[in-house]
């Protein structure tokens, strides 16, 4: 056995997979590997800690392989696993993907949910895939003075690129923003154009306190209709806060 | 009714008020079915599983702006708040006012688009009529791509109902009660043929544009999403068996995409109805629901379920754990042989969980571990199965233990005030009317139906 080698990255996607094909050049022996996409106060002994300069050509030639010889199921999976906000994520994605390539058919990897590593990455993609959705429903837009839509959100995982083409399907032809304030980055969507993602400073986002009365309006109006909507012989809030986490609510109109 | 008659020009928000209050009853709320992408210029698109934008404080989906058009109602339905005789305040939209409702809602995600139902203003024709025009206008005048439900009104004539067809993804049309005797008895201007033959008519119609669109691709789509349904329990005194009897000829006979089920709640104080002491049957309609899902995923039938000699459900056990405790002879099940189906019959495996362990059992043999990490729910499951020919512990199968194990209150009914709290606990786990749910448990299955 081998001394164990810790790869610390960046936690993109492009910082992991740079790891993933440096972790593969080092032979370390893969069982050897583990990567690290944050800072942790304590090292372990008897570990090499290797410092991974993100390359967009090493992680490029990562994801054709993977898209290759694992086909796109599985690659939205993986890609999906990286935007998770669990520490763990990198070294679960570097050792599905050795699985995968192990196999005569690696399009069948995330069937072996005997394999812890695949079975992590199966179930960090369906997290950040879960709350992709609620946000797809749970994100309010509010019109700002001159037309532009703006949403604040605060997810736990790095949800904006999975759900901003959702909206710019949706919504081709508004300028819209939707600014994750935990992370101090926005999709911006000018109208007719393209979403791209760009750096926002908590609080230096547009001022959504200027929404003028006519804004105020239509959020009295839907308000109205969620209070009216709901029958009170069954009012139930354990399952109103099962179904729609109170996290969420912050930035809610009706809430 | 001219006395509660809200004077027209009222304000929208008041209007608003009225008549989603109005239309609160109506149990379906889901947008699941339809997948259509943005046109580039309009406004939204539809996505397959549906999307959740809200849930009101009775814990239930909001997806669309569900409202009625009018709830100027000329009918007498005996348990409907909006009955004729009924002294409430009344009002109807205009189509503006709903397209700007609408436009605005879904600008700003609140909404995946609208649910139009109503009550009978001056004859159905005339009220669909009315409903057309604002769909029509939304379509056509805002570009709006969103989904649209319209709730269908029996008597209406056929031609209006084909053209409502071609601009709604889902239509509906209310079978109100499981037994056609309570029909009569709690609707009096309605009768199971006239809800019968627009329900055929949009399933006939149904059929025929796919196989047009088969042949054209640009063919017009007709209720792309389907057709669902709903009725009332609780009401008109009948049996689980008689309900889920129905539902599965809808599935069966008419290709119903969804049938729902409503919980009987009392508005209207009449000879005719029963009182419900206890609150509305809320833990019977979860029951129902749960077997709902048996019949359109899991590959039972009703009469696999229910028998004229037990013809309604334990409600302590959820109807899976019911057939189980009845079959005891078929288990236990070796997880690593087992075929599909019978995997998907025993308590504790789902679906998905199904499909995984046929999926992961051709690279090795599976453990209970992993079938944890599955997602199998074990202090259910582990009473049923063998992993290489190993139980977990020590089975016993006996239909008193089991049941105690299975219950999901702990072996004992509910009482009435708690009846509540325990639904509340358990409703996430089993098959509801979300397309939150329908996203859980994907979306394979209906392509039977």
Redesign the interface.
């Given at each position: 056995m081998g001394q164990k080698a810790v790869l610390c990255c960046e936690e993109s996607q492009e910082g992991i997979f740079t790891a993933v094909y440096d972790g593969w050049a080092g032979r370390y022996g893969h069982e050897n590997v583990r990567l690290q996409v944050r800072e942790e106060e304590d090292r372990e002994l008897f570990s090499s800690y290797i410092n991974v300069r993100t390359d967009a050509g090493k992680a490029r030639k990562v994801s054709d392989t993977v898209r290759r010889r694992m086909g796109g199921r599985a690659y939205l999976d993986i890609a999906r696993a990286a935007l998770s906000w669990e520490a763990d994520k990198g070294t679960a994605i570097y050792h599905t993907i050795v699985r995968g390539l192990s196999m005569a058919d690696g399009f069948r990897v995330m069937q072996v949910l005997t394999d812890p590593y695949v079975c992590r990455v199966s179930a960090l993609a369906r997290a950040v895939a879960r709350e992709a959705d609620h946000l797809m429903g749970f994100a309010r837009f509010s019109q700002l003075p001159g037309g532009v839509l703006y949403a604040r959100i605060r997810p736990r995982n790095r949800v904006l690129p999975a759900i901003a083409p959702h909206f710019q399907d949706r919504l081709p032809g508004e300028n819209w923003v939707i600014h994750d304030e935990g992370r101090e980055e926005a999709a911006v969507h000018p109208a007719g154009g393209s979403w791209f993602l760009t750096d926002m400073e908590a609080g230096r986002g547009p001022d959504a306190d200027r929404a003028g009365d006519a804004e105020r309006e239509i959020e009295e109006l839907w308000r109205g209709f969620c209070r009216s909507i709901a029958l009170q012989e069954r009012e139930n809030p354990r399952l109103q806060a099962q179904m729609l986490p109170k996290r969420f609510r912050k930035y809610m109109t009706e809430f | 009714m001219a006395d509660g008659r809200i004077a027209v020009g009222a304000a929208?928000?008041e209007k608003?008020?009225i008549l989603?209050?109005a239309?609160?009853?109506d149990v379906a709320c889901t947008s699941s079915g339809t997948a259509r992408?943005?046109n580039?210029?309009?406004?939204?698109?539809c996505?397959a599983?549906g999307?959740?934008?809200?849930?009101?404080?009775?814990?239930?989906?909001?997806?669309l702006?569900?409202v009625l058009y009018t709830n100027e109602c000329i009918y007498h339905c005996k348990y409907c708040v909006n009955r004729a005789d009924n002294d409430i305040p009344r009002a109807s939209f205009t189509p503006e006012e709903l397209c700007r409702?609408t436009m605005?809602?879904y600008?700003?995600?609140?909404i995946e688009g609208l649910f139009l139902s109503s009550g009978v203003l001056r004859n159905p024709t005339y009220t669909m009529e009315l409903i057309f025009e604002t769909v029509r206008r939304l379509r056509e005048d805002c570009g709006f791509q969103g989904y649209i439900h319209v709730k269908a009104i029996p008597g209406a004539a056929p031609d209006i109902i084909e053209r409502i067809g071609y601009l709604a993804d889902r239509m509906s049309i209310n079978l109100e009660f499981p037994t056609a005797e309570g029909l009569r008895r709690l609707a009096p201007n309605k009768s199971r043929a006239l809800i019968l033959t627009p329900m055929r008519q949009i399933q006939n119609r149904s059929i025929a544009c796919r196989e047009e669109l088969a042949r054209y691709r640009h063919a017009p789509q007709f209720v792309p999403a389907g057709q669902s349904t709903q009725m009332i329990i609780g009401a008109s005194g009948e049996t689980d068996l008689q309900i889920m009897s129905v539902a599965q000829r809808l599935y069966d006979n008419f290709g119903l995409k969804r049938v729902f089920y409503s919980a009987y709640?009392q508005v209207n104080e009449d000879r005719a109805l029963p009182a419900l002491p206890g609150?509305?049957p809320?833990l019977r309609e979860h029951r129902l629901y749960q077997a709902d899902w048996l019949l359109r995923f899991y590959g039972f039938r009703a009469e696999e379920l229910l028998s004229q000699e037990r013809p309604d459900f334990d409600i302590r056990l959820d109807p899976k754990a019911n057939w189980a405790l009845r079959h005891l002879e078929q288990f236990p099940v070796e997880v690593n042989r087992a075929p599909y189906e019978m995997l998907l019959r025993v308590p504790g495996i789902g679906v998905k969980s199904a499909r995984?362990i046929v999926?992961?059992r051709?690279?090795?043999a599976?453990d209970f571990e992993?079938l944890k990490?599955?997602g199998v729910v074990l202090r259910r499951a582990c009473w049923f199965l063998l992993c290489r020919g190993k139980p977990l512990q020590p089975l016993r199968l006996e239909e008193g233990f089991l049941a105690d194990i299975l219950a999901e209150t702990g072996g004992r009914v509910p009482p009435a005030g708690e009846e509540?709290?325990f639904?509340?606990?358990t409703?996430?786990e089993a098959g509801l009317t979300?397309p939150?749910m329908e996203?859980l448990y994907g979306t394979e299955g209906r392509a039977v139906l």
């Open positions: - | 929208l928000s608003l008020r989603a209050d239309a609160k009853y992408r943005g580039g210029s309009g406004l939204g698109n996505v599983a999307i959740c934008h809200s849930f009101s404080g009775d814990g239930r989906c909001i997806s702006l569900k409702l605005e809602f600008r700003r995600n609140y709640m609150g509305p809320l995984r999926q992961a051709r690279y090795g599976v992993t990490r599955m509540r709290a639904h509340q606990m409703l996430f979300l939150e996203v």
